[in-house]
């Protein structure tokens, strides 16, 4: 099955910035409604955040769902979504390589700026960590661990790759342009160049493979222990 069948498969650009926008404005608008209905110190207290963080990564798996089913052939094939044990070792090796690159990275950014480069998402749970580890962490963990690189890997090293390749763009070529769309889209303009080399990466395991399973392992070990560190700076 050719998964990159036009007469088949028929999603593409179109529905790659669809979801840029889904992210986009779904968090912009879960922002503030969250802030419409509460204070920041209940923004702060857990639930609320959970929402604001993974709600948006919710509305993009749900489109990716509705793009395979509506335009697809399946949600597999469509988006790559196979995984071997030999892509959980590239991903392992390819974690190391992120590490030292956006180490490298970070330290020059620090040295310009003045401030180092710190994800938004950890800020927002050391807030909330102030008052001890609590359920509402531990879930922020989870999630931020597992499901958020999950969906993020299937939007960008997925249908963004895939849409891409299917416009004939050269595999090298994608690599540079998900990897810039997926830093980007995060709005944290210190943070950029991080997630680029970060994202190229995690790129890799796409590139080497053909499949986003190497790229999903990569992505979790990466939020692994970004999360597992903020636990432990919390404990």
Known sequence: TNAYDHQRATWGLG????SLGI????????ILLIFAVSTRDDFLQGPLLLVGVVGPHALLLTHLFWVSRRKGISFADDFRFRFQWSDARLGFGLFFGALIAAGMVAVLI???????PTASAVELAQELGDGGLTIWLWLFAI?????VPVVEELVYRGLFWSALEK???????ILVVTSAVFAIIHLEPIRTAVLFVVGMAIGIGRLVTGRVG??????????????TATLVQLA
């Not at 529905?15 to 669809?18: P, Q």
């Not at 992210?23 to 879960?30: A, P, Q, R, T, V």
């Not at 190497?214 to 999360?227: Q, W």
């Open 23 to 30: 992210y986009f404005f779904g968090s912009l608008g879960l």
């Open 167 to 173: 416009r004939g763009m050269r595999p090298w070529t």
């Open 110 to 116: 620090t040295q310009i700026v003045g401030d180092a």
């Open 214 to 227: 190497a790229s999903i392992a990569t992505h979790v070990f990466i939020n692994t222990m970004a999360m």
């Open 15 to 18: 529905d790659m910035f669809t």
């Open 143 to 147: 999630l931020g661990a597992a499901f």
